[in-house]
Nanobody
Framework: QVQLVESGGGVVQAGGSLRLSCEAS????????MGWFRQAPGKEREFVAA????????RYADSVKGRSTISRDNAKNTVYLQMNGLKPDETAVYSC???????????????WGQGTQVTVSS
């Protein structure tokens, strides 16, 4: 069973950038599509981005398109989310997840990390 650990969160000023990482244990990382989701206090979990098993296909939420890039390095068992131009309302816990395809629905992913806090100050 793959386990996921996120890192790279922190406090950043509005307009700043962060690069989140999600490292997977196990030998089957390359078999999974990977997604990033975020959840702010009192709000539902929201899709951010997803990437296919070989990295050849990506999907983004409209709210982050053009400002964020998802990528993966299967040799390092790691998926990344580069976020630029961050806004205060993007403050949330960001979690990575593993599934079988680049779904935008959280319930389609069956392995989740614990999440990393991103706080965007105004």
């Amino acid at each position: 069973q793959v386990q996921l650990v996120e890192s790279g969160g922190g406090v950043v000023q509005a307009g700043g950038s962060l690069r989140l990482s999600c490292e997977a244990s196990g030998r089957t990382f390359g078999a999974y599509a990977m997604g990033w989701f975020r959840q702010a206090p009192g709000k539902e979990r929201e899709f951010v981005a997803a990437i296919s098993q070989n990295g050849g296909s990506t999907r983004y939420a409209d709210s982050v398109k053009g400002r964020s890039t998802i990528s993966r390095d299967n040799a390092k068992n790691t998926v990344y989310l580069q976020m630029n131009g961050l806004k205060p309302d993007e403050t949330a816990v960001y979690s990575c997840a593993a599934g079988w395809a680049t779904f935008q629905i959280a319930n389609e992913y069956h392995i989740w990390g614990q999440g990393t806090q991103v706080t965007v100050s105004s």
